[in-house]
């Protein structure tokens, strides 16, 4: 009698379970729709596996001629042009000097050192930093406004989310180019690139978050006769820290990658010299500026990762 009741009870289970979905035309249909652009964008893409294989020996023999990399333009003194009359100490120290000297040092930290790999680098983590800290100072109001349940206007919400979504079409590199011809080549262009692109993504990042809140918590505090500031205050902001945090320092992992590839139109940064290196085929250099440039996304990474952990 129990294995009869298993038995039935394991038929009822059964039966109760809903239909197998019906897969009608429709389903078929797409899925052709979704081969045919698969096939079309493999065409498209020149998606060629023999000419890879066929073109593999040269890809070693590249990595041949980078190998052993060079790091003599970091080791060497003299690949930093230390200017004359003035000595190393005081190159180095924030002391006041003559008049003559300091115009010698300002020289040198402006124009000299930034050609560096040494200071390329350093202008690259000044980039990542500053425009990220500027995107988020814009991003951070922004992103309450583009949401649909703090945003104080219909139209507001609109008009902010139009903004974003057409400044968020302009790829980076773009935007290094426009600011390249208004204020000239160097960090400033590269830095407000990283600034414009940034926000706009941080913006759009934030809002969803902002969405996405409980909004128990939202009447809770509204009921208790709070207004708009304090509502954000109080019950909105708290819920959305850990993803500002998590979204700004990944934005900033992003913004360093972002900075050295700037570099390549001029905007500052060390992806100029490594540009440089490739074109004068000195890989050997070029292999070297490319390992700075890994340990560098490493440690930001692994220094981000820890950040997050402690915050959040």
Do not use: C
Not at 19 to 46: D, M, Y
Not at 133 to 160: D, E, Q
């Amino acid at each position: 009698m129990a294995q009869q009741s298993a038995a039935q009870g394991e038929m009822d289970i059964f039966s109760e379970a809903p239909p197998e979905p019906k897969r009608g035309l429709r389903f078929f249909l797409w899925l052709l729709v979704i081969l045919f652009l698969l096939v079309w964008s493999f065409q498209g893409a020149k998606i060629r596996p023999g000419e890879l294989v066929e073109g593999i020996p040269q890809i070693f023999a590249t990595v041949g001629r980078m190998l052993p990399p060079d790091f003599s333009k970091i080791t060497d003194a003299k690949s930093y042009f230390f200017p004359e009359g003035i000595s190393l100490t005081q190159l180095l120290s924030p002391l006041p000097l003559p008049e003559e000297q300091q115009r010698i040092k300002r020289r040198w930290w402006d124009n000299t050192f930034p050609q560096t790999i040494v200071g390329a680098t350093i202008e690259t983590i000044q980039m990542a930093l500053a425009g990220t800290f500027l995107a988020l100072l814009v991003a951070f109001p922004v992103g309450f406004l583009a949401a649909r349940n703090t945003t104080p206007h219909p139209w507001v919400y609109s008009g902010v989310r139009s903004v974003l979504n057409f400044l968020r079409t302009i790829p980076d590199l773009a935007l290094g180019l426009l600011f390249v011809a208004a204020v000239g080549l160097g960090a400033f262009a590269g830095t407000l690139a990283l600034f414009i692109h940034t926000t706009t993504v941080l913006g759009k990042l934030l809002s969803e978050a902002v969405e996405n809140i409980d909004e128990g918590v939202v009447e809770a505090i509204r009921a208790t006769g709070a207004g708009y500031t304090q509502i954000l205050a109080f019950a909105v902001l708290p819920q959305i820290l850990p993803d500002l945090i998590s979204f700004t320092l990944y934005r900033l992992e992003t913004n360093i990658r972002s900075a050295s590839v700037l570099g390549l139109i001029g905007a500052g940064g060390i992806g100029y010299l490594m540009n440089t290196s490739f074109r004068t085929f000195q890989y050997q250099e070029a292999a070297a500026i490319v390992l700075v440039l890994v340990v560098l996304v490493v440690l930001v990474d692994y220094a981000s990762s820890r950040l997050r952990e402690w915050v959040v």
